[in-house]
């Protein structure tokens, strides 16, 4: 009754003709009926529109849920495909596609999906930094085989060499003194190289895990760390040469097992003309994540992997960190700038476990739902949770491999316009050293680019590419482009 209050107030002090009287000086209601009438008409009114409110309440919530299963049930009617490729003559418009993010609700929330005809899946959140979901029984036991089938028969290669090259040439390219080095090592900006700032740039310059133990062993070997504290001061510093430590490894015989990743992998491209199991396997994944078919379409084929007994892949992220001046690999054709680094743009990693692992192999997310993310204290105390080969128990969640089961989340957060975001750091990930057994994944990224604008120029360009192409009768996306050298799979 309080509104009905406020308003009689409102009329009340918004008379300027008849002065606010106070309440004793109101006109008395002196005819009981009268009033007694107009008070039941008033609640009559006030219960209608509250039973109109419920009913209304009732058709909205309807109407969203009948929704989102159509949409569900046929992305192939989704409009956003016609939108993710504009017609080329056109200018790309502003933020036309909205990209969907599937809700997570909490840990262990499991939500029905339809994505093949014949069955209802589950889908079981397990985390919300990142985003992360677990869908079992996602490939079929025949799918799996085939997709390692059709692996063997093209053939895997290392997934890392043992020395990456074209690094000394860069440094000395950029021709940086070690003053400039050191400064670009010391993170924490203390003058001085803690043992976790050589390990971080060990692994992303030359691919290789260094432990702190190897570490101070080289340290002993090459004298570099006079007063043996861990730590290299400037002048300690300069006394290494810049491939002192490579040649080092080198010297003593370098094994898989130091390496960031210790796995073979191949492509197989699922465009047309692909094995139907694989074109099966992208439209599945399509209706999964709900993102426009265009954009899962132009995105890079599937990875499959595999480790030997006492293979593993240390803690990384899919994707790079987006910073004005990187660019991503995939939009590269498009992109007029010549930005200086170039990185993997993978919005979304579907990871699928081609088999149960008999010992080990689980998929570590070291700081998965961390209340705090804090680089520096991944490595520290001689306890590194990057290093999948020693610390996957100490890792905040562990995926256990099993046979058809889909993993996926997403490596970017929303950047709450509808389109992506920053990187989010919890995406961080590794495989468990497999100890007993091999074990076959393949991976399936969803590419987009952090910046809008050049993912529709890139879409544009592949689209104008593909028609031009069409009239020879000889398509261009990269995908079914491929898939023409590579008729057999
Ligand atoms: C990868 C990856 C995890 C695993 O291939 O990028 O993170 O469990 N794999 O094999
Ligand atoms: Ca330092
Ligand atoms: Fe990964």
Redo the contacts with the bound molecule.
């Keep these: 009754m309080s509104s009905r209050d406020t308003s009689d107030g409102t009329t009340a002090s918004g008379s300027t003709t008849s002065p606010l009287r106070p309440p004793s000086d109101r006109v008395p209601c002196n005819k009981t009926g009268v009033c007694s009438r107009s008070y039941f008409v008033v609640v009559m009114v006030f219960f209608h529109v509250y039973i109109i409110n419920v009913i209304a309440l009732l058709f909205y919530v309807h109407y969203n849920n009948g929704q989102e299963d159509a949409s569900l049930d046929a992305p192939s009617r989704n409009p956003q495909r016609t939108e993710a490729r504009p017609p080329p003559s056109k200018p790309a418009p502003l933020r036309d596609v909205s990209l969907t993010r599937i809700e997570g609700i909490r840990v262990g929330h499991v939500q029905k999906v339809s994505l093949v005809p014949s069955k209802v899946h589950e889908m079981r959140t397990l985390s919300l930094k990142p985003l992360l979901f677990e869908i079992p029984g996602f490939l079929s036991e025949d799918e799996c085989r085939v997709v390692m089938q059709l692996a063997q028969l093209k053939g895997l290669m290392e997934s890392q060499l043992m020395v990456q090259e074209g690094q000394e040439e860069l440094a000395k390219e950029l021709n940086l003194s070690p003053e400039e080095i050191f400064n670009l090592l010391d993170i924490n900006q203390d003058g001085q190289l803690q043992l976790h700032e050589i390990l971080t740039h060990s692994r992303v310059r030359d691919g290789i895990w260094l432990t702190p133990e190897n570490l101070r062993e080289i340290y002993a070997g090459l004298k570099a760390d006079k007063d043996g504290n861990d730590l290299l001061s400037l002048e300690e510093f300069k006394l290494l040469s810049n491939d002192a430590f490579q040649r080092f490894l080198l010297q003593r015989g370098l094994k898989r097992s130091q390496l960031v990743r210790n ?1 073979k992998h191949t492509w197989l491209y699922q465009g047309k003309g692909a094995h139907q199991v694989l074109q099966d396997i992208k439209a599945r994944v399509t209706r999964l994540t709900r993102l426009p078919p265009a954009l899962v379409d132009l995105s890079e084929p599937l ?1 499959v ?1 595999r ?1 030997e007994e006492g293979g593993h ?1 240390h803690g ?1 992220h ?1 994707s790079g960190p987006v910073y004005p001046e990187t660019a991503c690999t995939h939009t590269r054709l498009a992109a007029n700038t010549s930005a200086p680094f170039e990185t993997s743009c993978r919005y979304i ?1 579907v ?1 699928f476990y081609l088999n149960s692992v008999e010992g080990g ?3 570590a997310f070291p700081v998965a739902d961390n209340r705090t993310y804090d680089e520096v204290s991944l490595i520290q105390n001689n306890v590194d949770l990057l290093d999948t080969r020693r610390n996957c128990d100490k890792s905040n969640l562990k995926v256990k ?1 099993s046979k058809g089961t889909a993993v996926f989340w997403y490596n970017y957060l929303s950047d709450g316009k509808g389109w992506v975001g920053e990187q989010d750091e919890y995406a961080l ?4 050293v497999v100890t007993r057994g091999t ?1 076959w ?1 393949a ?1 399936k990224w969803i590419n987009i680019d952090p910046d809008y604008q050049r993912q529709a120029r890139y879409q544009q360009l592949v689209s104008q590419q593909a028609e031009d192409e069409d009239d020879e009768g000889f398509p261009l996306n990269p995908d079914q482009h491929a898939s023409d050298t590579h008729q057999e799979l």
């Design positions: 796995s990875q992997v480790y892949y990384h899919d990693t990871l192999g689980e998929t491999p990930h590794g495989g468990c074990k994944v991976n």
